[in-house]
């Protein structure tokens, strides 16, 4: 089972989504935007992904300019962040197994 963390109004979610199934891969998706994901599963993320929490947030996103730039905050703190504003997660997340990657790009989803 593949499992994404989705937003349908991103290109690179959709292109990544597309990738998956053409594979025909089981798919779970999720659209984190709707379907907010707790603080244990934003820290079980980053944990498979092996990176800290700033480097999945999206710093282009006007809510991190607004709120966050230049703040000097704890991991635990941007991962509330993402909790909070879940559109400053970067998309798609691809997680298979204990393994996960960012699709961006698209094809870094076909390593899983």
Known sequence: MIKIWHNPRCSKSRESLNLLKEGNNDIEIREYLKDTPSKEEVTE?????????????????????????????????????????PKLIERPIVIKDNKAVIGRPPSLVLDL
């Open 45 to 85: 993320i980053i944990n498979l992904l092996g990176i800290k929490p700033l480097e999945l947030i999206r710093k282009g996103e006007a809510i991190f300019k607004e709120n966050f730039k230049g703040k000097d905050l704890s991991d635990d703190e941007y991962i509330q962040a993402m909790v909070d504003f």
